[in-house]
């Protein structure tokens, strides 16, 4: 079956398309969503509001999580916030400008029906996640309160101090906790998916092996979520939690999905920065620091005097030099990468010189330590944890650090792959944030999707596909166990030298300086000439202990390595053949005369999407044209 | 800096575990706990062991995944989390004790990991508010006065590491079951499941094996999400009342 993407966009003006696709779409009378299984892998917010809701609505769902509980995952990290197009602070703000804010800030590279969805449903998202008990920042009038966000020029994002994706998580876990308790979702923890089962080109089960015990068993269900977040640390070192993987979409890519715009990775600017060799993560500092902190570094190269020692006509605040009516506030992909400038003229500060001062004194001088502490005490809390100093004092550093990842398999408008039965949500899928994701808009995805959008399309595969559920007694499934089983022998067959951990700091690295902030045809083809290598090296000597039948952390390490190491040539090849720069995808060769990012929207105003051809044989490149109806494609300003 | 680790290793829950000598040795101050222990496991993989399973996850404080007791505390020396946990705290030399959280209701997985999902049960029995999706109002409708919010938030900051079960001498779970409590009955969106809540989930603990609060004050002490123990307050008189009536 040769791949089609087509991304059922529905007919009609942009703001009637959802409403009237809600319409059209199938449905399943209330007594018959039990005879519909549903498999949900991951259950972060996207995987935990989906199943719940699922369950809500009467459907038999299934849901499993690496972690030990659904309250673990990284979307419990996620500070600043959600955006809403609440228009609360009457400050000029509505769904079409949400809209077209995501639209520009992802650099005219994703879809506007997709996006326009978003922005409708994001009201809704904050309704419902008040009603959950999710407890916002108020006004003493007891008024919702908003803070501001990069790319935007209005207050829409709301927030719960520090802690925002804690508390939309553990919303969204209560909900499934209600569900589990209700009998409608069945809850696997420590349970990670290992493969997905294909049935007539249709997607009808996963593989998992059980974390604690080893066990590999089979689950069949009549269609198949996956909500697995980003691809992050194949970088090794990123803002992603240590378990973070690109496992089960990799896995499922292998199986027929289609990966869209894998190249399309989100440096997040304001990150601590790093220590040592011995670093195994790095942390993030909220973005809202930008709403109070000031941006600066020395004006002079090698300027190594304390910071308070440094006038501030010596002081290059660049940000606010460079795009003055955005300032500190300027998106990531633009921050980031004028860090990186500064940084690499010599006018970083810190170990290395790769770091910039975030700045608060003007603002505790306006403002007082005590409204300061109040916004972000918690973070200054932890930067101190970190590197000892305090910030109050002195400024922060930071760094730019991998954070998200905008690509993905790719989805149609349904959220379905180009797999009939595979739906992905959240991070996981390609497709609203183009190649640029602005603050607080990751949370209002992955809720938009399994709150609002998923539970309405999934009828129009569900309602047609009645009593073709197979049982896993069907050869695909006996077939795909014993691929699985087959692939841990092969781990723990290799007794090598080198430690899993070693390969994966390798790569990271790797992909960092050839495929990171900046990217050229040089530094992308040596990589691609690099990765196969260490790929070989790695199945010849990785050094992978115990048995299966145990909790064994270097075998689910070494699956996920082993993903990377193929995935990374994906990521390379897809940079490589995206000849323009757009949004965190930064090719040296394209850029204006003042080192912004060009695009070409004649060669590449579509989605790449990405089709596995097999071990060793180089994937064939789909195109999904992206058609601009209401925007118009423009050259991005934040000056 | 140098340092001598003992370390509890056990195979599983159906096998003995013991305290085991392991050297860490040049390990830089700004080394997280979490990042000396990587370091002493590629040591020990070089050496054909079996590295020591610990479980970590977002190693940024926020997860709750990271459940070390470290010389005898939920958490060690830390303000907050394992994972948040510096070498600069440590002397050169110094000699320290890593154990699992010990509490009869999280079962031992294997060395240093344990299963907490009696805490998920306990939130399934009661922890949420019955919202349907769909079903919300405007958000600005509901007007939640800023102290009670910040109340609110306050307990709902509870990250359900398990550490105040495990500092408790009675493996008391009431400072978690209290967060919840004291967070969704600070809301007025809480108010209508309220009694029902506080029922359902403390009948939960009790059937999972927690023991009761006897005001030793361990649980705050320990919490990383500094949780305070007016909560279990919140939870007694919260219970009362609703067993009151209950009863009527």
Request: charged share 25%; net charge neutral.
């Amino acid at each position: 079956m040769s791949l089609t993407l087509d991304p059922k966009i529905p007919s009609g003006p942009l703001e009637q398309k959802w409403e009237r696709h809600k319409f059209e779409s199938k449905l399943i009378n209330p007594s018959n969503k039990r005879k519909f299984e549903i498999i949900v892998v991951g259950t972060g917010l996207a995987g935990a509001s989906a199943a719940a809701t699922l369950g809500e609505l009467g459907y038999k769902v299934t849901a499993f999580c690496f972690q030990d509980s659904p309250r673990r995952a990284h979307s419990i990290a996620a500070q600043g916030g959600i955006n809403a197009a609440k228009n609360y602070q009457n400050d000029g703000d509505s769904v079409h400008r949400l809209f077209y804010d995501t639209i520009k800030g992802g650099d005219f590279r994703a879809r506007e029906a997709n996006v326009h969805r978003l922005a409708e449903v994001s009201v809704s998202i904050i309704d419902h996640c008040v009603a959950l008990g999710v407890p916002f920042a108020r006004e003493y009038g007891g008024l919702l309160d908003n803070r501001s966000f990069g790319g935007a020029q209005v207050s829409r994002t709301f927030y719960a101090r520090g802690q925002t994706g804690q508390q939309l998580l553990l919303g969204a876990y209560s909900a499934l906790n209600r569900q589990i308790a209700a009998g409608t979702v069945e809850m696997h923890s420590r349970t990670e998916m290992l493969d997905l089962v294909t049935v007539d080109g249709h997607a009808k089960g996963i593989v998992t092996r059980n974390m604690v015990t080893g066990e590999i068993k089979s689950w069949a269900a009549d269609c198949v979520i996956m909500a697995t977040g980003g691809y992050g640390n194949v970088f090794y070192l990123s803002t992603n939690a240590k378990g973070s993987n690109v496992t089960a979409t990799y896995r499922a890519y292998k199986r027929g999905a289609a990966f869209a715009n894998p190249c399309y990775t989100q440096i997040h600017p304001t990150c601590i920065p790093v220590a040592g060799d011995h670093q195994s993560k790095l942390t993030l500092m909220s973005e809202s620091l930008r709403n109070d902190g000031r941006v600066w570094v020395p004006k002079n190269k090698g300027d190594t005097r304390p910071p308070s020692q440094i006038p501030d006509s010596e002081r290059d605040y660049y940000l606010e030099r460079k795009y003055p009516s955005f300032g500190n506030l300027a998106p990531r992909d633009i921050s980031s990468r004028s860090a990186k400038e500064v940084c690499d003229e010599g006018r970083g500060v810190g170990p290395g010189g790769l770091g910039v001062y975030l700045d608060f004194a003007d603002s505790i001088k306006r403002l007082g330590e005590a409204k300061i502490r109040e916004r972000y005490g918690n973070l200054f809390d932890m930067y101190h944890q970190i590197t000892g100093e305090n910030a109050y004092e002195m400024p922060m550093r930071i760094f730019p650090a991998v954070h998200y990842t905008m690509g993905g398999l790719w989805v149609d408008y349904n959220l379905m792959s180009n797999l009939p039965g595979l739906f992905v949500l959240g991070e996981a899928n390609f497709s609203d944030h183009g190649a640029n994701r602005l603050g607080a808009s990751a949370l209002m995805q992955g809720l938009a999707d399994g709150y609002f959008v998923i539970p309405y399309t999934i009828g129009n595969y569900l309602a047609p596909e009645g009593g073709k559920r197979p049982t896993t007694d069907h050869p695909a499934f006996k077939q795909t166990e014993a691929d699985v089983r087959a692939k841990i022998q092969k781990f723990l067959s290799i007794k090598g030298k080198r430690s899993v951990e070693s390969f994966h700091r390798e790569l990271g690295l790797l992909m960092w300086d050839h495929c990171g902030m900046g990217r050229s045809e040089k530094s992308l083809t040596r990589a691609l000439n690099r990765i196969p290598a260490l790929r070989q090296e790695f199945w010849e000597n990785a050094n992978v202990p115990g048995e299966n039948e145990s909790l064994n952390g270097s075998l689910e390490q070494a699956g996920r390595v082993a993903d990377y190491l193929e995935f990374g040539e994906l990521m390379c090849l897809d940079a490589l053949k995206r000849n323009e720069s757009c949004g965190g995808h930064f090719r040296e060769e394209y850029q204006t005369p003042d080192g912004e990012a060009q695009r070409d929207d004649e060669h590449f105003a579509h989605v790449a999407a990405w089709e596995y051809q097999g071990e060793n044989k180089p994937p064939i490149r789909h195109v999904e044209p992206l058609v601009y109806e209401n925007v118009k494609l423009a050259t991005r300003s934040y000056k | 800096m140098n340092l001598h680790l003992k370390v509890w290793r056990q195979k599983n829950s159906e096998t003995k575990g013991h305290l085991v000598d392991y050297e860490a040795r040049n390990i830089p101050e700004d080394c997280s706990f979490l990042e000396m222990l990587d370091l002493v496991n590629e040591d020990l993989l070089s050496r054909g062991d079996e590295p020591i399973a610990f479980d970590h996850d977002c190693r940024e404080g926020i997860c709750g995944m990271c459940s070390l007791t470290i010389n005898g505390i939920p958490h060690g020396p830390s303000e907050t989390t394992t994972c948040q946990l510096y070498m600069r705290k440590f002397k050169d030399g110094a000699t320290i004790y890593i154990e699992p959280f010990r509490v009869g209701a999280f079962p031992l997985l294997r060395d240093l990991a344990v299963n907490r999902s009696a805490f998920d049960r306990i939130q399934q029995a009661g922890g949420f508010i019955s919202a349907r999706v769909g079903a919300a109002q405007d958000a600005n409708s509901i007007l939640v006065p800023k102290t009670d919010s910040d109340h609110a938030m306050e307990a709902a900051a509870c990250i359900g590491c398990g550490a105040c079960a495990a500092a408790c001498p009675n493996a008391s779970a009431m400072l978690f079951v209290g967060a919840k409590v004291t967070h969704l009955g600070s809301l007025p969106q809480g108010q209508p499941e309220r009694e029902r809540r506080v029922l359902a989930m403390v009948k939960k603990m009790d059937e999972e094996g927690f023991g009761n609060c006897s005001n030793y004050l361990e649980c705050e002490a320990v919490c990383p999400a500094e949780i305070p123990v007016t909560v279990i307050g919140q939870l007694n008189r919260d219970y009362s009342l609703a067993l009151l009536k209950d009863n009527l």
